[in-house]
């Protein structure tokens, strides 16, 4: 069983930052794959950023390109995403998820993903 629990979610206005933080209760994670996600009433959830078990390929969604970042720190069982410049369409849930195939590529359909957090709740005002 792997625990995943996020933090740093909260209001923000328009063009500020955010620091999300996903910690695992694993022994493992250096050999998982981590998903960032998010999701807003009505809409599917969806992949906003991946990193692969080392590090090494990271994805983003086109709608978070050049504003969001995903890193991984091993010796800490933590993935963060920085988000920097945010818009009101950012506004959701945010999810942390890892897929416990081990040293698989990284993915980004929510059904790809064994385990999930419990989400942190990130508004962005205009």
């Known amino acids: 069983q792997v625990q995943l629990a996020e933090s740093g979610g909260g209001l923000v206005q328009s063009g500020g930052s955010l620091l999300l933080s996903c910690v695992a209760s694993t022994r493992t994670f250096t050999s998982y794959a981590m998903g960032w996600f998010r999701q807003s009433p009505g809409t599917v959830r969806e992949c906003v950023a991946a990193i692969s078990w080392s590090g090494g390929s990271t994805y983003y969604a086109e709608s978070v390109k050049g504003r969001f970042t995903i890193s991984r720190d091993n010796t800490n069982n933590t993935v963060t995403l920085r988000m920097n410049n945010l818009k009101p369409e950012d506004t959701a849930v945010y999810y942390c998820?890892?897929?416990?195939?081990?040293?698989?590529?990284?993915?980004?359909?929510?059904?790809?993903?064994?385990?999930w957090g419990q989400g942190t709740q990130v508004t962005v005002s205009s």
């Open positions: 998820a890892a897929d416990l195939n081990y040293y698989a590529d990284l993915k980004v359909q929510s059904y790809e993903y064994d385990y």
